[in-house]
Nanobody, 131 residues
Framework: QVQVAEAGGGSVKAGGALTLSCQVN????????????MGWFRQAPGKEREGVAV????????YYADSVKGRFTLSRDSVKNTLYLQMSDLKPDDTAVYYC????????????????????WGQGTQVTVSS
């Protein structure tokens, strides 16, 4: 059993910052710490879920959507198995429910943004950016 838990959503004004956290706990089938893809997706009202950023735990490689490059930063605490998404210079278009996802595989360089590739998901946390 794998549990994915997000925290840190909220409401900010444009230009503000938020940090989301995601903890992945595997109780019966431990995910390999050296071969996981962990990251964030988001879904705005009326839109499809889209990839935001992911990280390969083994290599440390990160992948970001063009829309967030330079504003969002991934980091990971391997001891706590917690992934952080630091979001700065937030824009109203960043408003969405943010979901943490994990998969027992290294991230796919060209397909990391496909949500169907991830089996483990959190419940989502709302981020609202007002103008």
């Amino acid at each position: 059993q794998v549990q994915v838990a997000e925290a840190g959503g909220g409401s900010v004004k444009a230009g503000g910052a938020l940090t989301l956290s995601c903890q992945v706990n595997a109780y019966t089938s431990p995910l390999s710490d050296t071969r996981m893809c962990m990251g964030w997706f988001r879904q705005a009202p009326g839109k499809e879920r889209e990839g935001v950023a992911v990280l390969s735990t083994g290599s440390g490689s990160t992948y970001y959507a063009d829309s967030v490059k330079g504003r969002f930063t991934l980091s990971r605490d391997s001891v706590k198995n917690t992934l952080y998404l630091q979001m700065s210079d937030l824009k109203p278009d960043d408003t969405a429910v943010y979901y943490c996802a994990a998969e027992d595989s290294k991230c796919w360089a060209l397909r990391w943004h496909l949500d169907t590739l991830y089996h483990f998901w959190g419940q989502g946390t709302q981020v609202t950016v007002s103008s």
